[in-house]
C-alpha cells in the first residue's frame, strides 16, 4: 500500500476510535496505566463488540492483547462459509501446494451419541461415545482410508455385489481368509501361552514345514505371530478382533488339518465360535454377523442356488439381532449354522471345474467376489503410513497372500493382472514414480505370456467384466478390463499431456531423480498406455513381441492420436485466453496466437517428441503439420476479409514466422528419407506473399451485391418487348448477361491464382443473378385456373313457352384486382416475349459454362507450370476436381431445370389464357349457343387463325410447336367445355350432331395446317376425349342414361368444372352433363324426375367471371352412395332431390 494511503488511513482510524470513546458509549474506561490511549494499538473490532455487550465497559489491555493477536494471523472475510481469508504474504513464495489430499476423515457418525465398538484381548469391548476421557484410545480400529473414492479410477466392470458389502467389509473378510489360509497351510497364528510379540527379524526365516509339522523355533513362532500381527495392523484390523478371529481359525486348522477350505467354512466356523459375550456392544456383534450374512449371501446367490429363498431365511435370522440374540436359543442356532454348512457342504461337493488346484470347485462362481477379496489383499502391502512405499516385508507379505489362490480360485495370471492393478491405483492415488515402474514391470510379466497354456489360464480368461458406457456395453475377460481401465485412464492423461505434464515440472524437479532419467515419467506413462492399448490388436493367437514392447503401427497410430488431441485441447486453452490478451497488449488476435502456437510447437518439438519418437519416428511431423492446420484454419477467415492495416501486417508477419518455423523443423526431422517433404506437400501452406487471394475473395463479393441490384432494378423497368425483329427476347436479359460475362472476364484476366473457393463465389454470383431473375418473372405470373369461367348451373332442356316471364340471370363474380392488375401485363404477345427470353437464357448459359470451365482450366494448367504452386494449391485443385464439376452441375443443372419449367408453365398460360380469356366471348359464350347450325365454329375460326399467325411471328422457332401444342389442347378443352358446361342456352339435338362433328374437324384441320402445323398424330391424341364426347351426343337418352346407372356405382368424382380434373365417359360428372344438353324429352323428364334440375327456359344466359371454379354440389350425392336404379336407385334419387331442393342449382 502507498505511504501516504498508510497514513491517511491510520489517521481516520483515531479520529474514529475517539469520536466513538468520546459520544459517550463507552461509559467505563479500564487502563492499568494513567497515560493516553495508544489508538494505534487497540483492536476496532473489541471496542465495537464492548458497545454491542451492552455494558459499555472497555478495558485497554484486553483490546491490546487482541490487537496483537489480529495482526499475528490472516485477516478472515466474515462470510457465511467462513472458509474465506487473507494472505500475509505472496502464496507463491511458499512454493506449489500439496499433491495428495489430506487423511479422510469420519464424519458419518454423532460424535454425541454414537459408540465405536473397542475389543480387548480378552474378549471384552469399550465404547468411545462423545469425549470420555477413560477410554484406552490405543485399542481405536484405524478408520480404512481406501474407502475413500478413488481419484478417476476407472470401474472394472466387476459384476456387482447384491448385497452391498463396502470396502471396510471386503477387507475384513480377506483378512479372515488370510488367517484361514495361513493356519491350514501349517503355519500357527495363535498360541495358548500367548507369547509376549517382540520386535524380530525378518518373517518367514528357516520356514521347512507345512501341515502338521509345527517344531519350528520358539524365536521363529515370535517372528510368525510378530509378522502376522504386522499384516492385522496393514489390513487395519482391530487388535481385539483379531486374538478372537486367531484362535478360533486356528482350532478350526487343526480340526480340519487336512480339508481344503472356503469361504463358507471359515464364516461358518466364526459364526459358530465367536459369541455375544465376546463383544461388549451388541451393535457391534450385530454388524459383524450382517457382513458374515451378506457375504454367504454374494456367494450362494452368485452359483444360482435353486432354494435360494429358503436359504435366505436363515441369513436373515443369522442377520436378526433380536431374533439370533433373544428368541433364538443356542441349540436351535447350531440348527440354523448346521443347515448352511450342509447346504455350502453339498455345493462344494457337486461336480465342476475349479481349474484351481487344491480350489474349491462350485464357488468360481463367485469369482466377482473372490477378485475383490483378493485386490483388498494386495493393497495390504503399502505402507499405511505412507501409502508411496511398500513395506519392507512386502515380498513375504505375497507369499502369504498366495496361499489363499486355491480359496478364492487365483492363478498366476489373475495375480500377476491384479497386482499390476493395484499397483496402478495406488499409483493414481499417490503419484509415486515408483509404483508406476512396478505396476508396468507387472504389465510386462503379463504381456510377455509366459504362462502355461491350460485349464487354468482358461478359467481365466472365462471371468468376464462388463464395461460400459452411454451407448454401448462391452464383455471382457479379466485381463482385457483391467487393461481397459488403465488405459482408460492413461488415454485421459495422454490426450492432454500439455496440461498434465509442466514443462517446468519436467525439467525442474523429474529430471533430477535418478530414476527418470532413462524413461522419464512421461514416457513411462505412455510405455504403460501403449502397452495395455495395443494389447490384443495382433490377429494371430499369441500375443507377439511387438505388444510387449509397445511397438508397431498400432502404438504408432495411437501415438498420432495423442499427438493431436492434446495439441487440440492446447490450442483451445491458448485461444480461450487470446482475446483478453489482445485488449491488454493492443494486438490483433491472429498475431498472438501465432506466436502462442510457435511456444506450443516448440515445447512439444523440443520435449514431448524426443520421447514420442520412440514408438512413432514422425511424431514431431505430425505434430507440426497439425499445428501448422489448426492456425491455418483461424487464419483463412482473416484472409478472407483482409484489408491493408496494420493488423493485417502483423498477422502476416506472425503467420509468416510460424509457417517457416514448420517448414523448417520438418526438414530437420526428415533424416535424409524425404519424409519431411513429404509432409511439406500434404499440408495446405498459407501462401501470404499472395495476398492478392483474399482480394478477389472480396472483390467477388462486392460483385455479387453489385450485380443482384442490378438485376432487380433491370427487371423493374423491363417492359417485355422484343429487342427487334430478329432479337425477340427483351432487354434486361441482354444486360443481366452482359455484366455476368463482364465479371467472369474480369477475374479470369486479374492473372492471379485462383482456387476453388473463388470459382465457387463466382458460379455464386451466376446463380443468385440467374435465379433471382427468373424467380421474379414467375411472380409475374398468375394461375391458369383464374383464366377458366365458373361452370353454369345444371338444367334440363325446355323450350320457351311464355318469353314475356320474368328469368333468372346467371350470376358473375369479379376476379380479385391482383390477379386482374397482372392479367393486364401479360398479353400474348408479352407472354412470347418471356418464353424468348428464357429460350435466350438457356443458350446464354451453355455459352457461359463452356467459356469458365475453359478459363478454370487454363488456369489448372498455369499453376501445375508453377514450381512455387506445384507442392501446395495445384494438389488441391487436382483433388478437387469432383468437386469443380459437382459445382458446375449444382450450379447450371439447377439453373436449367428452373428455366425448363418456366417455360412449361408460360406455354400453358398462353394456351388458357388464349381460349378462355381473350376469345370466351367469341368461343366459350357464343359458340353453339341458342342453335348449332347459327352459331358455328367456321365463325371463329378466322380469329383462332389471326392470334396463332401474330404468335407465331413473335416466337422463336424451337418454342413454336410447344406454344401452338398448348393452344390446340387448349382450344379442344374449350370446344368439351362448351358441349358440356355451355350453359341453359346449349342444347344439341341428334341433326346437330353432323355439324358438330364438322366443326371439330375444322378446328383439327387449323392446327395441321396442311402439314405446316402440327403432326396429325399429335392433334388426333390430343382430340380423343373430344371426339369420345362428341359421340356420346349422338347416343339416345336411354343409352345415356343407363351408362349413367353404370358409371354411378364407381363414381368418385363431383359435379364440378372438369377444368380441375380429367373427363372421362364413365365419369357420371359427364353422362350428367350430357342428359342436361340434349334436345331430348326422355332425358329432360329423367332429370326433372330423379335431379328436379330447373328447366333451361328459366335462365336468361349471360357471361359469368369467376376467380376460380368451385366444387359440384352434385358431387356430395353421388359419393355419399352407391347410384343403383330399382328400389335402391329410387332411394338415392330421392336423396339427391332433396339436396337439390334444399340447395343452389349451380355447380358451386
Not at 578 to 603: T, W
Not at 862 to 877: C, E, P, Y
Request: with cysteine; proline share 3%; aromatic share 8%.
Amino acid at each position: 500500500m502507498d505511504s501516504s494511503l498508510l497514513h491517511r488511513y491510520r489517521h481516520d482510524r483515531r479520529k474514529l476510535l475517539d469520536f466513538i470513546l468520546s459520544s459517550g458509549l463507552i461509559t467505563d474506561i479500564r487502563s492499568s496505566s494513567s497515560s493516553e490511549i495508544d489508538f494505534d494499538g487497540i483492536s476496532a473490532d473489541y471496542v465495537l463488540e464492548s458497545i454491542q455487550s451492552g455494558g459499555g465497559v472497555l478495558d485497554v489491555s484486553k483490546a491490546t492483547t487482541k490487537h496483537v493477536d489480529e495482526s499475528m494471523f490472516p485477516a478472515m472475510i466474515h462470510s457465511q462459509g467462513g472458509h474465506a481469508f487473507f494472505l500475509l504474504s505472496e502464496p507463491d513464495s511458499a512454493g506449489s501446494p500439496p499433491h495428495r489430499p489430506p487423511p479422510s476423515v469420519e464424519t458419518n457418525y454423532d460424535r454425541q451419541h454414537s459408540s465405536i465398538p473397542l475389543f480387548f484381548p480378552n474378549g471384552s469391548e469399550a465404547t468411545v461415545s462423545g469425549h470420555d476421557p477413560e477410554v484406552n484410545l490405543s485399542y481405536t480400529v484405524p478408520s480404512s482410508s481406501k474407502s475413500a473414492k478413488k481419484k478417476d479410477v476407472p470401474s472394472l466392470g466387476l459384476p456387482a455385489l447384491r448385497t452391498g458389502l463396502s470396502d471396510d467389509d471386503l477387507r475384513e473378510s480377506a483378512y479372515e481368509v488370510l488367517l484361514s489360509c495361513i493356519a491350514f497351510s501349517g503355519i500357527a497364528i495363535h498360541s495358548l501361552e500367548n507369547p509376549k510379540k517382540d520386535k524380530g527379524s525378518r518373517f518367514l526365516t528357516g520356514l521347512k514345514n507345512r501341515r502338521g509339522k509345527r517344531h519350528l523355533r520358539s524365536h521363529s513362532v515370535e517372528n510368525q505371530f510378530e509378522h502376522i500381527d504386522n499384516i492385522r495392523v496393514q489390513m487395519q484390523i482391530s487388535e481385539a478382533m483379531d486374538e478372537c478371529i486367531r484362535q478360533r481359525l486356528m482350532q478350526f486348522s487343526i480340526r480340519k488339518s487336512h480339508v481344503q477350505v472356503d469361504i463358507p467354512q471359515i464364516i461358518i466356523e466364526l459364526l459358530s465360535g465367536i459369541q455375544q459375550n465376546e463383544f461388549l456392544v451388541e451393535r457391534s456383534y450385530t454388524q459383524w454377523r450382517k457382513r458374515q450374512a451378506n457375504v454367504l449371501e454374494e456367494l450362494f446367490s452368485s452359483v444360482n442356488y435353486p432354494e435360494m429363498q429358503e436359504l435366505g431365511i436363515l441369513l436373515d435370522k443369522i442377520r436378526n439381532p433380536e431374533e439370533w440374540n433373544v428368541i433364538m436359543t443356542p441349540a436351535e442356532r447350531a440348527e440354523v449354522l448346521l443347515a448352511i454348512r450342509q447346504v455350502a457342504s453339498s455345493l462344494s461337493s457337486m461336480s465342476g471345474s475349479s481349474h484351481i488346484q487344491g480350489g474349491s470347485n462350485y464357488w468360481n462362481a463367485g469369482y466377482h467376489l473372490n477378485i475383490r477379496l483378493y485386490e483388498r489383499l494386495l493393497f495390504g502391502v503399502f505402507d499405511i503410513l505412507d501409502e508411496g512405499q511398500l513395506i519392507e516385508e512386502h515380498a513375504d507379505y505375497l507369499k502369504l497372500v498366495k496361499l489363499t489362490w486355491g480359496t478364492l480360485s487365483i492363478t498366476q495370471k489373475m495375480h500377476d493382472v491384479l497386482y499390476g492393478w493395484v499397483l496402478f491405483q495406488q499409483f493414481i492415488e499417490t503419484e509415486e514414480l515408483q509404483l508406476l515402474d512396478l505396476a508396468n514391470l507387472q504389465v510386462q510379466k503379463v504381456l510377455s505370456n509366459n504362462y502355461k497354456e491350460g485349464t487354468k489360464e482358461q478359467y481365466a480368461g472365462s471371468l468376464m467384466c462388463i464395461i460400459s458406457d452411454n451407448v454401448t456395453q462391452t464383455r471382457l475377460s479379466l485381463v482385457q478390463a483391467i487393461f481397459q481401465s488403465i488405459n482408460l485412464w492413461c488415454d485421459s492423461r495422454l490426450q492432454d499431456y500439455h496440461l498434465h505434464f509442466n514443462v517446468d515440472e519436467l525439467i525442474s524437479s523429474l529430471l533430477s531423480l535418478s530414476s527418470l532419467q532413462k524413461l522419464g515419467f512421461f514416457s513411462k506413462l505412455v510405455f504403460m498406455g501403449l502397452a495395455v492399448g495395443t494389447y490384443g490388436s495382433d490377429t494371430d493367437n499369441e500375443v507377439k513381441q511387438t505388444n510387449f514392447n509397445a511397438t508397431g503401427k498400432a502404438a504408432a497410430v495411437r501415438v498420432r492420436f495423442y499427438v493431436e488431441k492434446s495439441l487440440e485441447a492446447t490450442c483451445r486453452r491458448v485461444k480461450d485466453t487470446i482475446n483478453l490478451i489482445s485488449k491488454m497488449e493492443g494486438k490483433h488476435p491472429l498475431a498472438l496466437l501465432a506466436s502462442e502456437v510457435g511456444v506450443v510447437a516448440e515445447r512439444e518439438l523440443s520435449v514431448f517428441s524426443p520421447v514420442l519418437c520412440q514408438w512413432c519416428p514422425d511424431a514431431a511431423m505430425v505434430a507440426s503439420v497439425h499445428l501448422h492446420q489448426y492456425y491455418g484454419k483461424r487464419l483463412k477467415p482473416f484472409l478472407d476479409n483482409i484489408s491493408l492495416s496494420d493488423d493485417a501486417i502483423s498477422v502476416l508477419s506472425s503467420a509468416h514466422q510460424l509457417e517457416h518455423y514448420f517448414i523448417r523443423a520438418l526438414n530437420s526431422e526428415d533424416g535424409g528419407n524425404d519424409a519431411g517433404s513429404f509432409f511439406i506437400h500434404d499440408i495446405d501452406l498459407y501462401q501470404i506473399h499472395k495476398i492478392s487471394r483474399p482480394i478477389i475473395l472480396d472483390w467477388l463479393i462486392s460483385q455479387h451485391e453489385r450485380i443482384i441490384e442490378w438485376t432487380g432494378r433491370t427487371f423493374r423497368f423491363e417492359v417485355w418487348e422484343p429487342l427487334s425483329n430478329q432479337q425477340k427476347h427483351a432487354a434486361s436479359i441482354v444486360e443481366v448477361f452482359r455484366i455476368i460475362e463482364e465479371t467472369v472476364d474480369q477475374l479470369f484476366r486479374l492473372s492471379l491464382p485462383v482456387d476453388i473457393s473463388h470459382l465457387q463465389a463466382l458460379l455464386s454470383i451466376i446463380f443468385h443473378s440467374l435465379d433471382g431473375y427468373l424467380h421474379k418473372l414467375d411472380c409475374q405470373l398468375v394461375d391458369k385456373n383464374h383464366l377458366y369461367p365458373a361452370a353454369p348451373p345444371l338444367t334440363r332442356y325446355k323450350e320457351t313457352m311464355f318469353p314475356i316471364v320474368k328469368k333468372k340471370v346467371l350470376e358473375s363474380v369479379l376476379l380479385e384486382e391482383e390477379v386482374d392488375e397482372k392479367l393486364k401485363g401479360l398479353t400474348a404477345v408479352k407472354l412470347c416475349v418471356r418464353l424468348n427470353t428464357l429460350e435466350y437464357t438457356q443458350k446464354q448459359i451453355n455459352i457461359l459454362e463452356d467459356g469458365i470451365k475453359k478459363s478454370w482450366a487454363s488456369v489448372v494448367s498455369q499453376n501445375s507450370r508453377d514450381s512455387k504452386l506445384s507442392a501446395g494449391t495445384t494438389v488441391l485443385m487436382h483433388s478437387d476436381s469432383e468437386s469443380v464439376d459437382e459445382l458446375f452441375v449444382a450450379t447450371f443443372d439447377s439453373i436449367r431445370d428452373s428455366i425448363a419449367d418456366a417455360i412449361r408453365k408460360i406455354c400453358v398460360l398462353v394456351g388458357t389464357k388464349v381460349i378462355f380469356w381473350d376469345l370466351r366471348d367469341s368461343f366459350l359464350f357464343r359458340l353453339y349457343h341458342g342453335t348449332v347450325e347459327g352459331a358455328r365454329l367456321e365463325n371463329l375460326l378466322p380469329q383462332i387463325d389471326s392470334v396463332l399467325n401474330k404468335i407465331c411471328g413473335l416466337i422463336e422457332d424451337t418454342l413454336r410447336d410447344m406454344v401452338v401444342a398448348s393452344i390446340c389442347r387448349a382450344a379442344l378443352e374449350g370446344y368439351v367445355w362448351v358441349l358440356l358446361d355451355g350453359g341453359p342456352a346449349c342444347a344439341f339435338s341428334d341433326s346437330d350432331i353432323t355439324m358438330m362433328e364438322e366443326d371439330l374437324n375444322m378446328l383439327k384441320d387449323l392446327f395441321v395446317a396442311d402439314g405446316e402445323g402440327l403432326p396429325r398424330s399429335l392433334v388426333d391424341m390430343e382430340s380423343k376425349l373430344t371426339h369420345q364426347v362428341l359421340n356420346l351426343f349422338s347416343l339416345d337418352a336411354e343409352s345415356v342414361i343407363h351408362m349413367l346407372m353404370m358409371a354411378s356405382e364407381n363414381l368418385s368424382t363431383g359435379f364440378g368444372s372438369g377444368f380441375l380434373g380429367q373427363r372421362s365417359l364413365d365419369d357420371a360428372n359427364t353422362l350428367v352433363r350430357v342428359l342436361c344438353h340434349m334436345k331430348d324429352k326422355e332425358a329432360s323428364k329423367f332429370l326433372k324426375m330423379h335431379y328436379h334440375l330447373p328447366p333451361s327456359s328459366d335462365y336468361v344466359d349471360s357471361p359469368s367471371y369467376e376467380s376460380t371454379p368451385k366444387a359440384a354440389m352434385g358431387a356430395e350425392f353421388l359419393r355419399s352412395a352407391s347410384v343403383r336404379w330399382g328400389e335402391k336407385g329410387n332411394s338415392s334419387f330421392r336423396l339427391l332431390k332433396k339436396r337439390f331442393e334444399g340447395g343452389s342449382f349451380r355447380w358451386s
